[in-house]
């Protein structure tokens, strides 16, 4: 259903945990990633990110 390159990258789960755990920008996670725009890991980030968190305070 969703069409995010983030959420089909082989290594989605880094990205993750790089994003909120450790808090990196999406700059620095495109320039270790190869095939996903910085704009793509953003958009990740705000909505599909936001909504898990918004799922499980819920
Ligand atoms: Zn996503």
Known sequence: MTRCKACEHP???VIDRALLGAGQSPRSIVRR?????R?????HRD????????????
Do not use: P
């Open 11 to 13: 290594d989605r789960a």
């Open 33 to 37: 990633y190869r095939g996903i725009s």
């Open 39 to 43: 704009l793509e890991v953003q958009r």
């Open 47 to 58: 909505e599909c990110l936001a909504q898990n968190e918004r799922k499980e305070t819920a």
